[in-house]
């Protein structure tokens, strides 16, 4: 397995982006992943494709943040059937997990949990059976500075 750090073909900010807005009250992060644009750009730069075992950093949660909810939203459904998961890198949070993509939707969860973060950390996303290749989602979290 492999977790991707770059962001080729999608825009996951920089570590401070929330914090950045002077803004200490409730903040919504998102990024739009229209995989068809990753995988265009990860040919073009000659980069390893992304495989089912793999994972990709999508969002960076600063340091002192309470993240309240996390998940995503599809808005182009995948033709193929497989299935989606975001959490925390290293598993201990799970945001939505074995979520169908194949169908237009949000899937979220936590919101009953807050999770408080001491160090910054991303959100990252994986697939269970096969890669998507026509998939667009957004990516959210919810979350505000409680440094």
């Known amino acids: 397995m492999t977790a991707y750090t770059d962001s080729l073909g999608f825009n996951k900010g920089t570590a401070d982006a929330y914090l950045a807005q002077g ?4 903040t919504v992060m998102s990024v739009e992943l229209n995989f068809a644009t990753i995988i265009a750009a990860r040919t073009a730069a000659g980069v390893s494709a992304l495989t089912t075992s793999d ?3 999508v969002l960076r949660i600063p340091a002192g943040s ?4 996390a998940g995503f939203t599809v808005t182009t459904a995948e033709t193929t059937n497989t299935t989606g998961t975001i959490s925390l890198g290293d598993g201990s949070v799970t945001y939505a997990s074995t979520i ?3 169908a237009t939707g949000t899937s979220a969860a936590n919101l009953a949990n807050p999770t408080v973060y001491s160090a910054a950390d ?18 959210w979290v919810v979350m505000a500075d409680v440094s």
């Open 122 to 139: 991303t959100l990252d996303i994986s697939f269970a059976t096969a890669m998507p290749t026509d998939l667009v989602v957004k990516a």
């Open 100 to 102: 169908a993509i194949n």
């Open 66 to 69: 309470v993240v309240l909810s």
């Open 23 to 26: 803004n200490d009250q409730l």
């Open 55 to 57: 994972s990709l950093q």
